[in-house]
Nanobody, 127 residues
Framework: QVQLVESGGGQVQPGLSLRLSCAASAFTADHVFIGWFRQAPGQEREGVACIIQNDGNSYYLDSIKDRFTISRDNTKSTVYLQMNMLKPEDTAVYYC????????????????????WGKGTLVTVSS
């Protein structure tokens, strides 16, 4: 069982940056990917960025790939999402998730196939 705890959300002005953290109980073979999904008001949950545990390859939602960077610290069992040049449309609850079924077309996976979820952290981008 993988336990995930997000932190780092908050309110930020457009154009500025924020870093989210996801502390995992362990980086083990019980999951293939770990990454971030988000759900904006009135929208479906979508994959944002993920990293494959065994090789470190990362995948991004097209609309954010030039602004966001996912990284990991294996010694701390923590994955990060550095979000730069934030836009109002980035406003959402951001969830850390992990699972076994990696599907790159969905940026990590379809949300229904991610087995482990954090509770989410709210990011609000506004002036």
């Amino acid at each position: 069982q993988v336990q995930l705890v997000e932190s780092g959300g908050g309110q930020v002005q457009p154009g500025l940056s924020l870093r989210l953290s996801c502390a995992a109980s362990a980086f083990t073979a019980d999951h293939v990917f770990i990454g971030w999904f988000r759900q904006a008001p009135g929208q479906e949950r979508e994959g944002v960025a993920c990293i494959i545990q065994n090789d470190g390859n990362s995948y991004y939602l097209d609309s954010i790939k030039d602004r966001f960077t996912i990284s990991r610290d294996n010694t701390k069992s923590t994955v990060y999402l550095q979000m730069n040049m934030l836009k109002p449309e980035d406003t959402a609850v951001y969830y850390c998730a992990a699972g076994l079924s990696f599907i790159s077309d969905y940026v990590c996976s379809r949300p229904s196939l991610a087995e482990y979820w954090g509770k989410g952290t709210l990011v609000t981008v506004s002036s």
